[in-house]
């Protein structure tokens, strides 16, 4: 099947900092991404779907400012999470699509962020 | 109420043991939906998709309820390797939803 990577897988950062998560298709072309995030015990929370050369479209409630995405080829999106702070720190997960139909998703193996 | 609900668990078996889970969805609009397994720390991965005639893989078998907007998940012959979380994904007009999980650990 396809293979999505994900780095880093985790990261440990201050409060006030910046973080970059990268989204990759590593053998496809990926026409849309997902960003998801994962609180302990919960279920996975769309964040945005990503298509390559336009805007994201966020969910409700996702801070467009503060979780940057860019989506600059059909094999790279990337994640910012800008000033994190503690309540950031989560399971964050993307996952790719090659066609219209988000049926088959293909999963990144996630980056767990801790923001002390 | 949550468009995708299940019980969280945990569902605590021993090997050999059948066990079922359920999922209720609320959209009757709902067309695709799916059975993914999701190990501590890692990611989702496809375990099944879940058709209105049911189906079968191996140990596995899911069925879909479109009246009562139901899906089940019934393993038998529980092994160790099964033991992780259960997700339930509901499709709704290319908008995919996740269930929070039911929680399985199949003991020796």
């Known amino acids: 099947g396809a293979v999505v990577s994900q780095h880093p897988s985790w990261v440990i950062c201050k409060s006030g900092t910046s973080v970059k998560i990268e989204c990759r298709s590593l053998?496809?072309?990926?026409?849309?991404m997902f960003w998801y995030r994962q609180f302990p015990k919960q279920s996975l929370m769309l964040m945005a779907t990503s298509n390559e050369g336009s805007k994201a479209t966020y969910e409700q409630g996702v801070e467009k400012d503060k979780f940057l995405i860019n989506h600059a080829s059909l094999t790279l999106s990337t994640l910012t999470v800008t000033s994190a702070h503690p309540e950031d720190s989560s399971f964050y997960i993307c996952?790719?699509?090659?066609?219209?139909?988000?049926?088959?998703?293909?999963f990144g193996p996630g980056t767990r962020l801790t923001v002390l | 109420r949550k468009e995708v609900e299940q019980d969280p668990g945990p569902f605590n078996v021993p090997e050999g043991a059948t066990v079922a889970f359920n999922c209720t969805y609320s959209?009757?609009?709902?067309?695709?939906f799916f059975w993914y397994r999701q190990d501590c720390r890692k990611e989702p991965k496809l375990l099944m998709s879940v058709y209105s005639s049911g189906n079968e893989d191996g140990r596995f078998t899911a069925q879909l309820n479109r009246a009562s907007q139901y899906i089940s998940l019934l393993i038998r012959d529980s092994k160790l390797s099964d033991s992780a979380t259960y997700l339930c994904v509901v499709n709704t007009n290319n908008d995919m939803r996740f269930g929070a999980g039911t929680r399985l650990t199949v003991k020796p």
């Open positions: 996952s790719a699509v090659t066609g219209t139909s988000r049926n088959e998703q293909f």
């Open positions: 959209n009757s609009a709902s067309q695709s």
């Open positions: 053998d496809f072309q990926a026409t849309t």
